[in-house]
């Protein structure tokens, strides 16, 4: 089986390298495929074909697909180019392409750009396989594994994951052949979903499916992050790490798109962010020895129905999103005029005087409003908009579950309810509606829970009876 796949293969290299040797006498590009004939060790040459181990030049491309996996356990290793679940022109008529690769240590360094050499995690050729459990491709970096790469492509025309382990790194870098020996400079991007249904260039491709995903639990570095290009969908997870941009965050770009109404909706470009513990920044310069000439606009370009930006809170609240600006141009504003925002803030132990910012954008370059406002839990609050300041926070928190009575919602109606009620911090402030629910559920809670129903003690009922008498004579002055 291997020898006459071997042999079909190895034609068909013979005629790429014959075919890029008469455009340039410098370009002797082999494509290189993950056949796991022994194990599943990337760097072991006898796993590829032809054996050609991983490092051993600049000129190679690397592919995993035929629905194999791969496993990177330790050492440094460079490559041109590296495609997992990317089925190239020889492989486009095999009838799996999904490929994976587990990283549990090292360092991968993709130092190729353009068509050749770009990094990508689940990329499709026509024929676009339909079946979901045979297309696309995984990365999955545990331990302190590092990737760095000359720009990244996840889930083009069909679905990509990269997922990015706690200890794990992953750092977008042009490859910079100017200097000697040659060496990694400053940020690259990355694309997320590109290739939906949406788009029609040259008329509408059959099958286009790009749906990319990068969840960060480590540390991930780039320049721009272009979220559902041409139609896709694409969305980045946020799990207590860190992700630095040292460009913009571009969300939902629809070039050359159709006007079909139901395939636009389709489209869907989203920023999850979970809990406090991580960071979150649009602009900042992770690497102050590399000078940019031409520093990038650092803003957030997300005025669309399908962006969405997502936060759920935990005990700490949220993590936000910080944008810096360029000392030399007007940058470090935030456009999200129509685009969605999710929160789900069960979790956080509001105060009446709790505040959540959002967005820190740069003063005066906060641009627009959310389009709608889903709470996915229990607890509301108020969106704000300090357009002076550029920020988008949170305040008057509010729990719609939970017990009747219970404002200062630590699970127990009592006197301290009370309280919260008379300073006018109940969900209807000073109203009798609310009074009445305290009044109804006193005791309700955690003494209930242990069979004791306490009963308001005479100064509290004063203090009840007076503000009752005091709603009756506001009712009667109206």
């Avoid at 014959?18 to 494509?31: E, K, P, R």
């Avoid at 492509?153 to 000697?180: A, C, F, P």
């Avoid at 009798?432 to 069979?451: E, K, R």
Wanted: glycine share 14%.
């Amino acid at each position: 089986m291997k020898t006459a796949r071997l042999s079909a293969k190895k034609m068909t290299h013979f005629t790429l390298i014959l075919a890029l040797s008469i455009v340039s006498q410098d370009c002797w590009a082999v494509f290189v495929y993950f056949d796991g004939s022994t194990n599943t060790d990337f760097s072991l040459a006898t796993n590829w074909t032809p054996e050609n181990a991983p490092g051993t030049n600049l000129v190679d491309i690397y592919g995993i697909d035929d629905g194999l996996s791969s496993t990177y356990s330790g050492g440094t290793t460079q490559v041109k180019g590296l495609r997992v679940g990317s089925a190239a022109k020889e492989h486009q008529f095999g009838d799996t392409h999904f490929g994976r690769l587990t990283m549990s240590g090292g360092t991968l360094e993709i130092t190729g750009s353009g068509a050749e050499g770009l990094f990508g995690i689940g990329r499709e050729r026509e024929p676009i396989i339909t079946d979901d459990a045979k297309k696309g491709g995984e990365l999955i970096m545990n331990g302190s594994s590092t990737i760095i790469a000359n720009g990244l492509i996840v889930g083009e025309r069909t679905k990509g994951l990269l997922s990015i382990g706690q200890n794990s790194i992953v750092e977008m870098r042009t490859w910079d052949t100017t200097v000697v020996p040659n060496q990694f400079g400053g940020t690259e991007d990355i694309r997320i979903g590109n290739y939906g249904p949406a788009y029609d260039d040259f008329g509408a491709e059959p099958g286009l499916d790009g749906r990319g995903l990068v969840d960060v639990h480590g540390s991930f570095m780039a320049k721009d992050m272009y979220f559902s290009e041409h139609g896709a969908q694409g969305e980045l997870r946020l799990s207590g790490g860190t992700v630095n941009l040292n460009g913009g965050l571009i969300m939902d770009l629809c070039d050359n798109c159709q006007s079909n109404p139901v395939l636009l909706a389709q489209r869907l470009a989203k920023v999850s962010i979970f809990g406090s513990s991580g960071t979150f920044n649009v602009g900042v310069d992770p690497d102050p020895l590399v000078v940019d000439p031409m520093p990038p606009l650092r803003d957030i370009l997300a005025a669309s129905p399908t962006a969405v930006f997502s936060f759920t809170a935990d005990s700490g609240g949220v993590t936000p999103i910080t944008l810096f600006q360029n000392a030399s141009e007007p940058s470090g504003g935030a456009e999200i005029q129509g685009a969605q925002l999710e929160l789900n803030l069960d979790a956080y132990p509001f105060t009446p005087t709790s505040k959540l910012t959002l967005i820190d954008a740069t003063a005066s370059l906060l641009l627009g409003q959310f389009g709608s406002v889903t709470f996915l839990g229990n607890t509301t609050a108020s969106v704000n908009y300090d357009f002076t300041n550029g920020d988008v926070f949170l305040n008057n928190f509010q729990s719609t579950g939970g017990l009747a009575g219970d404002f200062d919602n630590d699970g127990d109606v009592d006197g301290h309810d009370f309280l919260v009620w008379q300073r006018g911090s109940s969900p209807n402030s000073l109203s009798p509606v609310d009074l009445l629910a305290w009044q109804d559920n006193y005791g309700d809670g955690s003494l209930t829970a242990l069979g004791a129903v306490p009963e308001p003690s005479a100064g509290l009922l004063a203090l009840v009876a007076g503000a009752t008498l005091g709603l009756n004579l506001r009712g009667r002055k109206r």
